[in-house]
């Protein structure tokens, strides 16, 4: 009779969370990414460089690339020295410029013998494209919205109000 091994665990679910990089949205999907580390998720979190930079300054000290909640970075296809406030500029950057290098991060994440392969993407619902990175890798997507339920009500309610005649589609 031959001796067999113990059944290797099976790995972590490992989602990489990725926010659109400005105020009011880090914060949520971090306090999100947290939770899903306490519920047993293995979680690569991803700023850009710019935010990720702030990060790094705020807290002299810190690894962010380790542990239970790494935090890693891809350019966001802007110059140093561009203005992020304009986030037209920005989200436009994002868009063209910033796929490739989350499918490399991907890619590099899920070789990390220690977290076990991405099995899917959060991303910030105003980084759609995102979602599509996933599907052709074939991962699962899901958006958050980081704002208030209140403000997704309202704004799903917007066609209703204006084919009832209660705002014109002008004052949208």
């Known amino acids: 009779m031959g001796s067999s091994s113990p059944p290797r665990p099976s790995p972590l679910p490992h989602a990489v969370v990725l926010p659109y990089p400005a105020q009011g949205h880090v914060i949520p999907l971090m306090e999100l990414s947290h939770r899903l ?39 966001d296809g802007l110059d140093p020295g561009a203005d992020r406030n304009d986030l037209g500029r920005l989200t436009l950057a994002l868009l063209e410029r910033m796929r490739r290098h989350l499918e490399e991060l991907i890619r590099a994440a899920s070789a990390d013998p220690d977290r076990g392969p991405v099995t899917c993407v959060i991303a910030d619902q105003s980084m759609p494209w995102a979602l599509d990175v996933a599907k052709r890798m074939g991962l699962r997507g899901v958006a958050f919205w980081p704002a208030s339920a209140g403000l997704l009500k309202t704004m799903l309610g917007i066609p209703s109000m204006i084919e009832d005649g209660i705002i014109s589609a002008d004052d949208v």
């Open 37 to 75: 580390v306490d519920s047993g998720f293995s979680v690569t979190f991803v700023n850009t460089h710019f935010d990720h930079a702030l990060v790094r300054a705020s807290l002299p000290g810190l690894r962010p690339e380790t542990g239970p909640l790494p935090l890693m970075s891809i350019p």
